[in-house]
């Protein structure tokens, strides 16, 4: 009966005299292992968005800190660490991140790409870094991340895309490389990528664009080329782009642009060839870009547009051409997109060059009369051109002759009002020139091709005054606009239509000179 009752007792204690010598047990172990690294599973179990290392090369700020919650982390780097690190393995504490970006901050540094761990990440959708050094991307650093949609690798010190770099990126829409020192790019970077929508390759130092670079890229609707050194364009150059609606090539070193450059980019809807050094635009340059609407091509160099250089492309709604150097826009140039400018949203911009007044600008009158678009047609109306002095209008305005008739009508005329009048005398040119009421007067002077000349605003000259170097026969009816005065057989229209090189000053002359003769022979 005694031994029944010292039973339990002796159970008591011999679990007390376990749980001592586990506890010291526990406590032996890890004096042992002070200093040491944590072992695989410790690693598992330190939880990245909650790393409390003082010495950590990283630190994440997450949206969510339970274990196997967060979506969205934020990890900057303080120190440098190489890829076989054991802190890469923190990650596993976080399986579920969607959005992981990665900043370089201070002394930190990343050369390379943590393939495996990306590839731990069950749901990854979008991956970025920042101010990385990385050199070059290696054949294969992105390859088989099933989920990521978004890859953002701006400003992160890229020198080079190696083959295949982005192999096996089945859902990736997005590719973002602006901002690097990238001069190259050859076949096969851009390989199984098959519906990639957006590449990015701004302000990096690309001079040599392989032919059919981009030919693995069937679903590419956006490609930006902006602020670059390319030269050349081929037309391989964009071979496999069937689906591309916008072009960026922009602030580059383009000198001309040849037949059928384009020929492959059948959906292409903006095209941006704004501040390259173009000089020559070949016939049917735009050949096959059927759906182009925006076409953009300030501030290059281009003196003259072939005739057809726009037959390729009908359904262009919006032309930039300002700041070059060109010399006349013809209808022809013209004519296979004018009636697109007659509704409210389209438009043309001519400003900024060197256009001649002369009636191959006939054309604008029409355009101004027909277009809806307001804004346009006050923009054609500001524009300005070259006149030739030896062009000078003739008949700018009839207040030089209403003046004389007025004054062979007073009948207190005598030959000293003739003497004191403005008429008398042979005043130039300059005369009058700083007459702020008439800009058909009023301008820039400056010479052109050799010529002297001064600026004008196109709409303050009179339409039949334009000079015509050439026959008028190259303007065509349609171009005009409606209700165009005509002056029958008199000795204005004699005048104004060329016929005889007399000034309104003259003619003044010729009036008053009349009249004096009528009074002599009257008295």
């Not at 050369?111 to 990306?118: E, K, M, S």
């Not at 990521?148 to 192999?167: D, G, P, Q, R």
């Not at 957006?198 to 040599?208: E, G, P, T």
């Amino acid at each position: 009966m005694k031994s029944t009752k010292l039973k339990p007792r002796l159970i008591l204690l011999s679990a007390l005299l376990l749980s001592v010598a586990t506890s010291i047990g526990e406590s032996a172990t890890m004096k042992n292992r002070r200093g040491k690294k944590p072992t695989k599973q410790e690693q598992k179990d330190i939880n990245v968005c909650d790393i409390e290392q003082a010495d950590s090369p990283f630190y994440c700020y997450c949206n969510d800190n339970k274990l196997a919650s967060a979506e969205e982390a934020n990890c900057l780097i303080f120190n440098r660490f190489e890829l076989s690190d054991p802190i890469w393995a923190h990650f596993n504490s976080q399986m579920y991140i969607r959005k992981l970006n990665f900043v370089v901050k201070n002394d930190g540094t990343i050369t390379y790409i943590p393939t495996a761990v990306l590839r731990q990440l069950k749901t990854l959708n979008t991956v970025s870094f920042q101010h990385a050094k990385f050199d070059a991307i290696e054949s294969q650093a992105f390859s088989s991340l099933p989920t990521v949609a978004t890859i953002n690798l701006a400003k992160n010190s890229i020198n080079m895309l190696k083959w295949h770099a982005f192999e096996s990126l089945a859902n990736l829409t997005i590719l973002n490389l602006d901002e690097n020192y990238i001069s190259e790019l050859s076949r096969d970077i851009f390989y199984d990528v098959p519906i990639l929508q957006k590449l990015f390759l701004s302000h990096n130092n690309i001079s040599i664009l392989h032919d059919k670079a981009f030919k693995h890229l069937p679903s590419l609707q956006e490609l930006d080329l902006n602020s670059n050194k390319i030269v050349n364009l081929k037309a391989d150059s964009f071979n496999g782009l069937y689906q591309l609606q916008r072009l960026d090539l922009r602030n580059n070193l383009i000198a001309e642009i040849k037949e059928n450059t384009f020929g492959e980019l059948r959906e292409l809807q903006e095209l941006e060839l704004d501040q390259n050094q173009i000089e020559f635009i070949a016939n049917k340059a735009f050949n096959g870009l059927y759906h182009l609407k925006k076409l953009r091509l300030s501030e290059n160099k281009l003196s003259t547009l072939e005739p057809n250089s726009l037959i390729g492309a009908p359904m262009i709604g919006v032309i930039d051409l300002r700041d070059n150097a060109l010399r006349t826009m013809t209808f022809e140039n013209i004519k296979p997109i004018i009636t697109n400018f007659y509704n409210n949203s389209s438009f043309i911009y001519l400003g900024g060059n060197n256009l001649i007044c002369d009636c191959k600008l006939s054309w604008i009158w029409g355009l101004r009369n027909e277009t809806r678009n307001l804004k346009l047609r006050e923009d054609l109306e500001e524009l300005m051109c070259f006149l030739d002095a030896s062009f000078e209008p003739k008949f700018d305005s009839g207040e030089d002759i209403n003046r004389a008739l007025e004054i062979v009508r007073n009948t207190g005329f005598h030959m000293k009002q003739f003497e004191d009048s403005q008429y008398f005398g042979d005043n130039n040119y300059e005369d009058y020139s700083d007459d702020a009421e008439d800009s058909r007067r009023v301008g820039q002077q400056m010479k052109m091709d050799g010529k002297m000349g001064y600026i004008r605003q196109l709409f303050r000259l009179r339409l039949e005054d334009l000079p015509c170097p050439t026959s008028r026969e190259e303007v065509m009816a349609s171009e005009q606009p409606s209700g165009r005065s005509s002056h029958g057989s008199s000795l204005f229209s004699f005048v104004s239509g060329g016929a005889a090189q007399v000034t309104s000053r003259q003619l003044a002359h010729i009036i008053l000179g009349v009249a004096l003769a009528a009074r002599f022979v009257c008295t």
